[in-house]
């Protein structure tokens, strides 16, 4: 048995077989990447069991990030990618956070590098971390408004120019003075 | 150079006012060092060796907006940047140029989104854009050299 597949079995034996509704939901395998979509209320305890049973030791969070599945519900998929450093095996972990209630909980007690990348999340998806220190916005200037990698955020702010609308496009263009 | 036979016996050249402030102006004409995005290596291999820069009294990249007279605009401008960019702007003694080098800088280029600004001029006044992505050093060059058209036809009048 490989290592992914002997953390499988450990998950099942310590939180129960995986189905909707249980703590995990589904496992799913695609070309020898495996993810776990876990419930949002047992997050905490599936990455700290990873972390610190000996033989899983999923010790490092590589990345943390999330896409928007809109207009599908649950919205918005949140991927924490880990990584066990002495087997080089990996383990995604998959949150789906409904659009209408967009709260996770902070995961900084169990990876403490997981600061920043909530506060991308927050940043760029509008995603409440409850718990989280110090959530501000990382990418975006701290006035902006909206949260710009949801898919209902408009793109761009300028109409593409062609010769029947240069004009008109080119009396709103804002232009700086002396 | 042929230029002696002008001199007389005194050693004098007369010109106007206007045409030896222009001409100052244009042959030390120091641009102020910043590079924004992939621009900036094309304008760095303007001041390399090979296209050298320094022909026209330009070698002097200033650090310090205070010392500089043009602000060479190379690459993409994010809506974060641009309070930056205009607070330099506005740190640059008069008189002071811009170019927008390349397409980003001039109309926003490929990235027509929310975090790039559409053009430069929207933050700070222009006076020559150069097309390309990137423009070659030639091309950088040729806009340089346009400006150094437009200072020499500066008026006396306008400075006031």
């Not at chain 1, 129960?16 to 047992?42: C, I, M």
């Not at chain 1, 305890?45 to 599945?69: C, H, I, M, N, Q």
């Not at chain 2, 924004?36 to 760095?44: K, R, V």
């Amino acid at each position: 048995m490989t290592h992914i597949q002997d953390t499988l079995a450990a998950l099942t034996a310590k939180f129960g077989e995986p189905k909707a509704g249980a703590a995990l939901e589904a496992v799913t395998e695609f070309r020898g990447e495996t993810t776990l979509v876990v419930a949002r209320a047992s997050l905490l305890d599936v990455l700290r069991f990873l972390k610190e049973t000996p033989e899983l030791g999923f010790t490092f969070l590589a990345y943390l990030s999330a896409w928007d599945d809109w207009p599908n519900e649950p919205r918005f998929n949140v991927c924490y990618q880990l990584r066990n450093l002495t087997l080089s095996s990996n383990l995604r972990v998959k949150v789906l956070v409904p659009g209408d209630d967009p709260v996770l909980p902070t995961v900084i007690g169990v990876h403490i590098n997981a600061n920043w990348y909530e506060r991308e999340l927050w940043d760029m998806f509008g995603l409440k971390i409850t718990g989280h220190p110090d959530l501000r916005r990382i990418l975006m200037p701290e006035d902006w408004e909206g949260h710009p990698l949801r898919r209902d955020y408009p793109l761009g702010y300028e109409e593409v120019e062609f010769t029947f609308n240069f004009e008109e496009i080119e009396k709103k263009k804002p232009y700086a003075k002396n | 150079m042929g230029l002696e036979q002008k001199l007389g016996n005194m050693g004098v050249v007369t010109t106007t006012l206007e045409t030896a402030i222009n001409w100052g102006r244009t042959n030390a004409m120091w641009p102020m060092l910043f590079g924004l995005a992939c621009c900036a290596m094309e304008m760095i291999s303007t001041v390399m060796p090979n296209n050298d820069l320094s022909r026209f009294g330009m070698e002097l990249m200033r650090a310090s907006p205070r010392q500089s007279d043009l602000m060479i605009v190379a690459g993409r401008v994010s809506r974060k940047m641009a309070p930056v960019l205009r607070r330099l702007y506005d740190q640059m003694p008069d008189p002071k140029w811009v170019i927008a080098m390349g397409d980003c800088a001039s109309c926003g280029g490929i990235f027509n989104n929310y975090a790039i600004v559409q053009g430069v001029d929207e933050v700070v006044p222009v006076d020559v854009y150069v097309a390309g992505c990137p423009p070659r050093p030639e091309a950088l060059l040729n806009g340089i050299l346009t400006l150094h058209e437009k200072v020499k036809q500066e008026k006396l009048k306008d400075w006031a």
